[in-house]
């Protein structure tokens, strides 16, 4: 029998609305030891006011090897395949999701994308929120207000 998921870490600890991610950041190191599968997520409450106009949220769930190395195995991009901010933004903020790990949902639903593997026992969070400069190459931090990254497992 499965035990039920908890949470093993959230950015949002001390504000339930979540968080200003602005710039690049990480979470501190993540015991993965007990767990299988995680699920992994990020929801974007208020974005940049110019937000297609070259800002840009990846969030990435990394694991760490044996040497010390941190892989990235899942990036999460809310506004990937947004053409615009939907009118019902402030009531739906946009999301993206991922479950990662053993256990997994279909992987054949395109709602629940999975990623099949082996969990190492130390996993890490990092968010690059940022907006294009005005030279080729030149990006600057952006602020995705009431943002919240959960990571899930069991």
């Given at each position: ?35 299988s599968t995680v ?10 006011a110019d937000m ?103």
């Amino acid at each position: 029998m499965f035990q039920p998921a908890r949470r093993i870490w959230a950015n949002n600890l001390d504000d339930p609305a979540g968080s200003t991610l602005k710039g690049t950041g990480y979470s501190p190191p993540l015991d993965l030891s007990q767990v299988s599968t995680v699920f992994f997520s990020v929801v974007v409450g208020d974005p940049p006011a110019d937000m297609f106009q070259g800002a840009t949220l990846v969030v990435s769930l990394r694991v760490q090897d044996a040497g010390g190395t941190w892989l990235p195995v899942a990036f999460l991009e809310p506004y990937e395949h947004q053409a615009s901010l939907p009118g019902h933004w402030q009531h739906a903020p946009v999301h993206s999701h991922v479950s990662v790990g053993l256990f997994l949902p279909d992987s054949h639903n395109r709602n629940a994308p999975t990623i099949p593997m082996v969990l190492p026992p130390t996993a890490q969070i990092r968010w690059d929120a940022r907006r294009r400069g005005k030279n080729p190459g030149d990006w600057r931090p952006a602020p995705f207000g009431r943002t919240v990254i959960s990571l899930y497992g069991r």
